[in-house]
């Protein structure tokens, strides 16, 4: 590549304006206009690829009603009738309260579709209960809180599967279906990890909920267990379109707060309306600059290049798929994940295609990754917000993130190696597909 170029001059600038602490969204779209002015292109075309990708695309409606439905399970009670449930399920084995956490994680990951919902609200909500009296270490509950966390962007609703569906022309639908099981056999691995430290390290135990309250936790819960399932039911049944379903996650999760629970001042709901709209508008300043910049990566003929180069060397769809592993389980140190999900990604689609690579097994294998760069150091996000949440040292939490990490990776590879684990749901509810 002519260090010269157009195109890596748009690099280099990118880069640097990066790391001078320019968010990267802006970054992206003032790296684009360079490239535009310095190729003489019509500078023009950076707003029109903006204004075509956000205002025509319906699918992205669903990113701040998601966002919106667990800003509102948290302002109420909603999350802690949760952790009831959770504890009276698996809280009386020995180290119960981190498997409360996991189990959390699952159900509440039918709810917001972020990590960072998830390490923001009920993980932190977690954090306090583990290390409350001392009862575990507070760098281990920060570690587990932030692996758990990662399982919520894999089990639907998920919103980098609403984006990746964006950029692939992949079904929505069948993604959601598709990540169900994964990010259960995420939430096994973390499970077991658990159960070997709580032996190893003598975790304590909790005291047990009498069998005959658990009718009355399982009531107080029920509203907020049966969201994912309304939500899954209502995309299956062909009555809401996934979208249309976020917005209807959104609206359950007001009704049940404000009207059923009673938990929601206005005040509450004013906070919840205010953070839901800073983090939807940083989200949607990441896409529209990847929106720009894949613009010039498309000008300059990348993906079809990049294409040319793997189809010569001979890959199979197995080899392609342990390449496309490798390199975003290295970029996930350094990078954000929606930045990779939104740039890199692209690229690598037509390749996928080419070799007859099924776009949901691709699009679940690549979420996964992604999401297990947020726990990787040094970059991972999850890592540094758990470090203020917490107030532990990085050093510390990385050294108990680790364990959980390889084993999270184990999974990756057999989600990678074993299509099926991913396919097989979608296709018994009617996905055709490609492979294996």
């Known amino acids: ?62 990113v701040p009603m998601f966002i919106l439905a667990a800003e509102l399970m948290n302002a109420g009670t909603m999350t802690d009738r949760l952790l009831q449930f959770c504890n009276a399920v698996v809280g ?31 993980g932190k909500m977690m954090q306090q209960l583990m290390t409350k009296d001392g009862k575990y270490p507070a760098s281990y509950a920060a570690a587990l809180t932030a692996v758990t966390s990662v399982i919520g962007p894999i089990i639907p609703p998920s919103i980098p599967l609403v984006i990746y569906a964006l950029i692939s022309d992949a079904s929505i639908g069948y993604l959601f279906i598709a990540g169900i099981v ?37 009531l107080r819960a029920f509203p907020a267990l049966m969201l994912p ?59 529209a600059g990847a929106l720009v910049f894949n613009y010039v990566v498309t000008v300059e003929n990348i993906p079809q290049s990049l294409s040319v180069i793997l189809k010569s060397w001979d890959l199979s769809p197995m080899g392609f798929l342990i390449l496309v592993n490798i390199l975003l389980l290295i970029l996930g140190c350094v990078l954000e994940g929606t930045t990779i999900l939104l740039v890199i990604v692209p690229v690598l689609i037509p390749t996928a295609e080419a070799l007859g690579v099924d776009m949901v097994h691709f699009g679940v294998m690549v979420v996964v990754n992604i999401m297990l760069g947020l726990v990787t150091p040094p970059y991972g996000l999850l890592l540094f ?34 299509p099926s684990l991913v396919l097989w749901l979608p296709r018994l509810l009617g996905y055709q597909g490609i492979g294996p």
Do not use: C
Request: aromatic share 8%.
């Open 1 to 62: 590549m002519n260090l010269a170029s157009p195109f890596s001059l748009s690099v280099v600038a990118i880069t640097a304006l990066a790391l001078l602490g320019l968010p990267i969204g802006h970054s992206m779209i003032a790296g684009s206009i360079l490239y535009l002015w310095l190729a003489g292109l019509d500078m023009g075309t950076s707003a029109e690829q903006l204004l075509n990708g956000l205002y025509t695309s319906y699918i992205l409606l669903a």
């Open 92 to 122: 009386r084995f020995r180290g119960g309260l981190a498997q409360v956490n996991v189990l959390q994680s699952i159900i509440f990951a039918g709810m917001s579709g972020s990590a960072i919902a998830d390490a923001a609200g009920t």
């Open 182 to 218: 994964p990010g259960l056999l995420l939430a096994l691995t973390q499970m077991i990890i658990v159960a070997i430290d709580a032996r190893r390290k003598n975790f304590p135990v909790e005291k047990p909920v009498p069998l005959r309250e658990f009718p009355g936790i399982t």
């Open 229 to 287: 399932v309304v939500l899954l039911v209502g995309i299956r049944g062909g009555v809401m379109t996934p979208t249309e379903a976020a917005a209807v996650a959104a609206g359950y999760a007001l009704l049940h707060s404000v009207a059923v629970y009673r938990s929601v001042t206005p005040g509450q709901l004013y906070h919840a309306l205010l953070n839901s709209a800073r983090t939807t508008a940083s989200i949607g300043m990441l896409i």
């Open 385 to 418: 917000i758990m470090t203020r949440i917490a107030e532990v040292p990085l050093r510390d939490l990385v050294h108990d993130v680790m364990p959980f990490l390889y084993a999270m990776i184990a999974a990756l590879m057999l989600i990678t190696f074993f």
